[in-house]
């Protein structure tokens, strides 16, 4: 079992930041081949794709409305995965899911792909 813990949601003015963090429990990035992604989803839309990266080949990938804007890191010592969030506009407001699946792919954009979800945490941008 892969269980995920988000955090670093928050309220934010446009044009802020935010950093979300998904952890897992000791070594479970390093122990499977997985690719960690990040989605959102606002309310009455559907949850989307926002970026991921393969744990083992630092591969990231980015939904467009997103590149240039967001960066996805990680981190091998803490086992966790970063959403960096610059220059956040109103239409961010979601809440975003840290997920999880097995298999190093770039490949892996829609919320069937993944098996391992977090709880979500809120990310709100006022204008």
């Known amino acids: 079992q892969v269980q995920l813990v988000e955090s670093g949601g928050g309220l934010v003015q446009a044009g802020g930041s935010l950093r979300l963090s998904c952890a897992a429990s000791?070594?479970?990035?390093?122990?499977?081949?997985?690719?960690l992604g990040w989605f959102r989803q606002a309310p009455g839309k559907e949850r989307e794709f926002v970026g991921g990266?393969?744990?083992?080949?630092?591969?990231?990938f980015y939904a467009d409305s997103v590149k240039g804007r967001f960066t996805i890191s990680r981190d091998n010592a803490k086992n966790t995965v970063y959403l960096q969030m610059n220059n956040l506009k109103p239409e961010d407001t979601a809440v975003y899911y840290c997920?999880?699946?097995?298999?190093?792919?770039?490949?892996?954009?829609?919320?069937?792909?993944?098996?391992?979800w977090g709880q979500g945490t809120q990310a709100t941008v006022s204008s």
């Open positions: 990266v393969g744990w083992y080949s630092d591969n990231t």
């Open positions: 997920a999880g699946r097995l298999g190093d792919t770039r490949t892996a954009t829609t919320p069937e792909d993944y098996l391992y």
């Open positions: 000791t070594r479970t990035f390093r122990t499977y081949a997985m690719t």
